[in-house]
């Protein structure tokens, strides 16, 4: 009898891990990957931070334990001898990975995904491939099985990276400098759904330069074309990585993660019957994260005391307007 195990296996597409200094995430994500069985493993490693010697030893040690992996035939590793940061380092290498690759699966070393995760990318990446406003594959969902739906994935304007897939064909509209955000303001797009205020000054800070993060110049570049995300009804991705060595999170209580319920991808899966924007799942996200009255500001206010009590992501912060908090 064929089992779950083998039958994730055989369908996942090409992988690109993206790590930089924490050698015990990457050798968890690592065992996870072999699992999976992908063709091709990419393998991106940023430089150490100047000044910093404990980078250079823990990246030392990722280095030997991806040249040690035996599990699969066809390794590639960009390994960056000087620190491009977040932004450059991680964009430049999904740049990397989609050019050799054409489409696969990006994981980041903070991520550990159910192994249907895999199987879900791998069957999602095939359906879409020739659909053009389909640009994205999300593993994570925020409101993991909080909206109803009869199928097991949909639609959505908005996208997450907690574990993901795309196309070279996506990632050709991808502009690091966003030097389209000025006109598209100009003509008032940033006042249409899903924008809000909010959004707009992390998109004008991210044009500004003053954000070293790669993720608001694809959510820009999806959504000023108008493409679609497939966001899976429960939440296949554990993030494991807020903790002292996180770059943007930080340590929560009991050392245990933020994250939505977990719960592996049911096969066959049953597919959406319109390929549409599912509006009202993308509302109740936008009003929990960004809306000034209602439920949100009873959220606001729970998560203003969680943020105070315990050292919560500075994207959690920026989400709830509570960056100062």
């Known amino acids: 009898m064929t089992t779950n195990k083998v039958r994730y296996a055989a369908q996942t597409p090409p992988v690109l891990l993206i790590t930089f200094n924490r050698p015990e995430l990457t050798a968890r994500m690592l065992d996870r990957i072999k699992t999976a069985r992908p063709p091709v493993l990419y393998v991106a490693c940023d430089g150490p931070r100047p000044g910093r010697q404990d980078d250079q030893a823990k990246i030392s040690r990722i280095h030997d334990m991806v040249g040690a992996i035996d599990w699969c035939a066809n390794v590639k590793t960009q390994f960056q001898s000087a620190n491009l940061g977040c932004g450059r380092g991680e964009s430049e290498a999904m740049t990397w990975f989609l050019n ?105 800070d991210a044009y500004n330069g003053k954000l070293d993060t790669w993720d608001y110049q694809w959510n820009y570049a999806r959504a000023a074309n108008s493409g679609l995300s497939l966001v899976p009804k429960f939440s296949l991705i554990e993030n494991i990585g807020f903790g002292v060595d996180a770059t943007h999170g930080s340590t929560l209580a009991g050392g245990r993660p933020f994250m939505a319920p977990v719960r592996p991808m049911p096969f066959p899966i049953k597919h959406p019957q319109f390929l549409f924007a599912d509006n009202h799942y993308d509302r109740i996200l936008a009003r929990i994260l960004t809306s000034p009255g209602g439920t949100a500001t009873r959220l606001k206010r729970a998560a203003s005391a969680l943020i105070r009590r315990y050292r919560w992501p500075i994207w959690v912060r920026e989400c709830f307007g509570l960056a100062k908090a």
């Open 100 to 204: 050799d690759a054409g489409e696969g699966i990006i994981l980041e070393d903070d991520t550990l995904p159910d192994l249907s995760f895999f199987r879900f990318c791998g069957e999602m990446l095939d359906r879409y491939r020739e659909t053009t406003n389909v640009w994205q594959v999300s593993g994570d969902n925020y409101l993991s099985g909080r909206c109803e739906s009869e199928s097991d994935y949909m639609f959505s304007q908005c996208g997450f990276s907690w574990g993901w897939a795309t196309w070279k064909r996506a990632w050709s509209f991808y502009d690091y400098q966003m030097k389209s955000w000025p006109a598209f303001k100009k003509l008032g797009h940033h006042r249409i759904f899903p924008y809000s205020p909010a959004t707009d000054q992390i998109l004008e």
